[in-house]
């Protein structure tokens, strides 16, 4: 009989996401498009914007204030991600 | 004929006179209606290089065929002169109730000719148009006149479009409002009505527009409530244009005092000044959470309701709703631009201008450039009367605008605009802001380097409604993702298949331009809601536009007759100011933006290169058919759009 092997325990990491503009109402309205997303670590920019439903790129993202030109940047525990939508006309 | 009342009404002010033109259908098939339509009577009526404050210019309202009918987005009316600001065309749009209710009233068109010696309104009642004195409203405020002609009339349904105090004043940016909160802001029209002593236009009927399809358009109606909410369209209507200030400051794309930064200094400083702000405090209704049904106000028909109702105070001064509230524009001049991070006080000057009718991009930019020379000692307390003009000086700013408004003290000089008001001291000109004499609006080429090339070359001033702005052309954002779809679905059909990224200006980037600028162009002419029909609001789309234009008038209309309307009417504007006198000379960009780069934030260190903005004028003229000295269209463009009478008269 084969011994039953745990499978490792998948690590988490938590970080804080903010939605701007008209964004935010992509989250519930009590949110005021900001929430906390549990991603496995290593997780990237782009994967925090996935997780709520964005496309990875065309979206202008700051990590703790720094501006990110890249979206596959990893993204750490306790990170707070800004998210602005690029606007069109208005 | 469908869609169209068939009739034009000729008001000519010297002598008081009315007249009814009923052109034939042909006509109406060659000159559409809206800024088109406006644009053939300029050149038939106004003898070439008269001054724009002269009796002889012709200033037009028109509308076309969609107007009126039940669906979002279509009451929209261009007004069109020569343009005070400018010296070339001048041409703006607006929403509202306005526009349908002249069509209810009986007619696709208003031509103004001459100017009263006193003032003067018109009203037109169910197909009846009559001139009255004026005498009793001129110095009024909007709203004042509002009341004033409801109560007169014994009407509450009366629609009004009219110049306020600054347009008898002649402001140089004066705007004509309607509802005292939309305008037909830009181009200095109301400075044109109130050289003609004309202050308001009182629209009111009851005759239904005959559309060649109903079905269709309602089933185009009920497709649109359908797709309000997958679209992302709801969103829009909730917080409004005024929902892009965050996106511009994280692109660092927010002009910010007076252009020297795309970044308000710290993300809170444009937090607050946010739509989402806007929304949160100072919509009518957000003490009990009921924005959306008491602080948002929509035009004739339209599901969107993107208009701003806010009811609130500052310092005070009461925020009136019936002024509405700031679009992002005006969040941007008054507050970016000025350094101020006061969104009350940028909604109170939002309801000054509305009040005043100003055109708010104009007037807020033209106080970020005193600003600037101020804090430079350019200009000092001595000439703005003890006032200290620093940005983010909120008190300062609005004092500032007060006497902009009465034309007294240095709001007099201010009155005329940057411009203008930099040959008037002889001095500040490294700090203007100007294109063709008119102020940017607040959008940054640095960051959507296609729009600097519109800024430059658009024929009525830098635009930022001329052209879908970069990101849309955005590889990712044009693909979108399942479920989100991107903005191919609307710019394939355009014949636009070859996506860039905001920040490159090359050949492809100037066809994404001149496409969507005929699109743009086109909507202008059909008078609908670039929000609703443009090619990068997902309501509808151009292919949409063409259905109704087909739907309202029965014509046979494709997307590429969308698109060949969009092309006429801009080469038409193009020959209108060549014969006006102007060259490629004037298609250049503010010499502050060629010589300094930005500070801070993600467009640090940005700088347009002329050459750059050079190679792209060569491309967009040759894709445009123009010649490329002179920037002009050439015969053969001409003739290819129908106009080769524009090109005898041009002597070409
Ligand atoms: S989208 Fe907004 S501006 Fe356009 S028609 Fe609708 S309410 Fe008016």
Redesign the pocket.
């Known amino acids: 009989m084969r011994a039953w092997q745990a499978k490792p325990l998948q690590k988490l990491m938590q970080i804080t996401i903010r939605l701007y503009g008209s964004l935010r109402d992509i989250l519930p309205s009590e949110n005021k498009g900001q929430t906390r997303l549990d991603l496995p670590a290593g997780s990237t920019v782009g994967d925090a914007l996935k997780k709520v439903g964005l496309p990875d790129d065309g979206y202008y993202t700051a990590v703790n204030g720094e501006n990110i030109d890249q979206n596959s940047r990893p993204l750490e525990d306790g990170d707070y991600v800004l998210v602005f939508a690029p606007a069109a006309g208005g | 004929m469908f869609g169209y009342t068939g009739k034009i009404l000729h008001v000519n002010l010297t002598d008081h006179t009315l007249e009814i033109e009923e052109p034939p259908e042909s006509f109406y098939r060659d000159y559409i209606g809206g800024s088109l339509m406006g644009l053939y009577y300029l050149w038939k009526h106004s003898p070439a290089e008269i001054d724009a404050l002269d009796s002889r210019n012709t200033l037009t309202f028109a509308l076309a065929g969609p107007v009126g009918l039940p669906v979002?987005?279509q009451?929209r009316c261009t007004a069109t002169c020569k343009s005070p600001t400018t010296g070339g065309v001048a041409d703006s749009q607006a929403?509202g109730f306005w526009p349908a209710e002249l069509k209810f009233a009986g007619f696709d068109a208003i031509v103004i000719h001459g100017a009263s010696d006193t003032p003067v309104y018109l009203s037109i009642i169910d197909g009846e148009p009559k001139l009255h004195d004026a005498a009793h409203l001129w110095g009024k405020t909007t709203l004042d006149v509002d009341e004033t002609l409801k109560e007169e009339l014994n009407d509450k349904k009366i629609e009004i479009a009219q110049i306020g105090i600054s347009g008898e004043k002649l402001a140089n940016f004066a705007a004509v409002m309607n509802m005292s909160n939309r305008a037909w802001g830009r181009t200095g029209i109301g400075a044109v009505m109130g050289s003609k002593k004309l202050k308001a236009i009182v629209v009111r009927g009851s005759q239904k527009v005959e559309a060649a399809d109903k079905k269709a358009v309602l089933a185009l109606s009920k497709q649109g409530a359908k797709d309000l909410e997958p679209s992302g369209m709801a969103r829009f209507g909730k917080y409004g244009t005024a929902g892009s200030v965050m996106g511009q400051q994280g692109g660092g794309g927010l002009p910010s005092y007076n252009w020297s930064s795309g970044v308000m200094e710290t993300l809170e400083e444009a937090e607050a000044i946010s739509g989402e702000r806007l929304y949160d405090e100072i919509l009518a209704g957000a003490a009990e959470e009921k924005q959306d049904r008491k602080g948002r106000d929509?035009?004739y028909a339209?599901i969107?309701?993107?208009?701003r109702v806010v009811e609130n105070e500052w310092r005070e001064n009461p925020l009136i709703p019936e002024y509405g509230g700031p679009e992002y524009e005006t969040i941007a001049t008054f507050g970016s631009y000025c350094g101020v991070s006061d969104l009350h006080a940028v909604t109170y000057a939002n309801q000054l201008c509305n009040e005043y009718g100003v055109d708010t991009i104009s007037c807020g930019a033209t106080i970020s450039w005193a600003m600037e020379c101020y804090e430079n000692g350019v200009i000092t307390k001595e000439d703005t009367g003890g006032i200290e003009l620093n940005f983010g000086n909120a008190e300062a700013m609005i004092e500032m605008l007060k006497l902009t408004l009465n034309r007294e003290g240095f709001g007099d000089v201010l009155a005329e605009g940057s411009a203008k008001a930099a040959d008037r001291l002889g001095k500040g000109h490294e700090y203007l802001l100007t294109v063709k004499g008119q102020e940017l609006p607040a959008h940054m080429p640095h960051v959507k380097r296609s729009l600097g090339l519109i800024y430059a070359t658009n024929p009525f001033g830098a635009d930022h409604q001329s052209s879908d702005h970069d990101p849309v052309y955005h590889p990712k954002l044009y693909e979108g993702k399942p479920g989100r779809p991107g903005y191919k679905k609307f710019l394939e059909p355009l014949g636009l298949t070859r996506p860039q990224h905001p920040k490159v200006l090359n050949e492809e980037k100037v066809e994404f331009a001149l496409k969507t600028q005929y699109t743009f162009s086109a909507a202008d002419t059909i008078s609908v809601?670039q929000?609703?029909y443009g090619s990068s609001w997902q309501l509808y789309g151009p292919q949409d536009m063409a259905n109704l234009m087909e739907m309202a008038t029965g014509w046979d209309m494709s997307v590429d007759d969308i698109q060949e309307i969009g092309r006429k009417r801009l080469n038409l504007m193009r020959a209108y100011n060549a014969r006006e006198g102007l060259t490629r000379d004037d298609d250049t960009l503010p010499r502050k933006l060629l010589t300094k780069a930005l500070k801070g934030g993600r467009s640090d260190g940005i700088m347009i290169e002329e050459e750059e903005l050079e190679n792209a004028k060569n491309s967009y003229f040759e894709q445009a058919g123009w010649d490329q000295v002179t920037g002009n269209p050439t015969r053969a463009t001409l003739e290819a759009v129908d106009l080769g009478w524009v090109a005898d008269d041009l002597g070409l």
């Not at chain 2, 969107?304 to 208009?307: A, G, S």
């Open positions: 979002s987005g009451s929403g929509t035009c339209c969107v309701r993107c208009k809601c929000f609703v």
